[in-house]
């Protein structure tokens, strides 16, 4: 685990001097088009980005929130293009695909890194992200471990049916867990991906199972929602509880020793920088790799220390 952490930061450190050795003297325009800037996550993924382009002096950023309207989004890339950017940065998790902004990109032959959600099709230029699903194994294991094989496991998604992102890390947690006699719970309700969320959720389902002894939730923003209805009912002794994104509050909840035991690492500062890094080059005519996934880390109090950032944005 420790070999991956110090790996991952070694390539980051690599990343950043070729970024800098790849900028050019002309002044860059770069566009960061974001779905939305309500979640922790989302917040910390622009800000990282910023300030890659902050040590650029030529770079000049432009930050577009859609505020979960994919009609907006669409504009806002029209937008962008009308104002001559070099580049565009792309988190707009959790759509799928958005053929009609990618068409025009291409056609204004501008490249374009996505980062965090891969969309469907092979229009964009780059992508740097994580597998969800090899990371939700590895909280899985963790949770069989935890559990010794037995007891109940709610599940807690972020919503809605159809979000790849979120099936994914379930998926990966339930093929570790299903050849077990863990019984599984999924709860009927989304959390929205949001603490609120995930305290409206875990006081409906504490009201209604009495023996839950594990709750992963789908990101780390809903589980701290859960963690505290969980405290609020006074059972923090019996129910533990597993995330995924490797969220500052989450990690510091998981060193106290707290009833958060792990959480999977989907580190927005890494991306950022790669994808950054990624932009750098091909607005200076460089080929990059396509699809970059950043490697599995599952965080516990016992490696949190040497995998994680206390400076980090999230």
């Not at 450190?13 to 070729?18: D, E, M, Q, S, T």
């Not at 001559?84 to 792309?90: F, P, R, Y």
């Not at 996505?114 to 294991?141: P, Q, T």
């Not at 999977?264 to 996934?293: H, W």
Request: hydrophobic share 45%; net charge positive.
């Amino acid at each position: 685990m420790k070999r991956l952490s110090v790996w991952l930061l070694g390539m980051a450190g690599g990343l950043l001097l070729a970024a800098a050795a790849q900028a050019q003297d002309r002044p860059l325009k770069i566009g960061i088009v974001t779905l939305q800037m309500k979640s922790p996550y989302f917040i910390a993924m622009v800000r990282s980005l910023e300030a890659e382009a902050a040590k650029h002096k030529n770079v000049t950023v432009m930050v577009v929130d859609g505020g979960g309207d994919v009609a907006k989004v669409s504009s806002d890339i029209e937008d962008l293009l009308a104002k001559g950017v070099d580049g565009l940065i792309m988190n707009i998790s959790p759509l799928e695909a958005l053929p009609g902004p990618m068409a025009a990109i291409k056609k204004a032959g501008k490249p374009v890194v996505l980062v965090n959600r891969k969309l469907k099709g092979g229009e964009y230029d780059a992508w740097v992200g994580v597998d969800n699903y090899a990371i939700g194994m590895g909280v899985g294991e963790q949770i069989a471990k935890f559990m010794g094989g037995k007891g109940t496991l709610m599940m807690m998604r972020g919503g809605p049916e159809d979000n790849s992102t979120g099936n994914a890390r379930r998926d990966g947690v339930l093929s570790k867990v299903s050849t077990t006699g863990i019984q599984v719970v999924v709860a009927p309700e989304f959390g929205k991906w949001g603490e609120d969320g995930g305290i409206r959720v875990m006081e409906d389902m504490l009201a209604k199972h009495k023996n839950i002894n594990v709750v992963f939730c789908e990101n780390d923003a809903m589980c701290l929602g859960a963690q505290k209805a969980i405290s609020d009912a006074g059972r923090q002794k019996e129910i533990s509880v597993f995330g995924f994104d490797g969220q500052k509050a989450a990690v510091e909840q998981i060193v106290k020793g707290t009833n958060y035991v792990a959480t999977g690492q989907n580190s927005p500062d890494a991306i950022s920088r790669i994808g950054f890094e990624r932009l750098m080059a091909l607005t200076a005519g460089k080929k990059v790799e396509k699809d970059t996934i950043t490697p599995v880390v599952v965080i516990t109090k016992e490696n949190a220390a040497s995998v994680t950032n206390p400076k980090s944005v999230f």
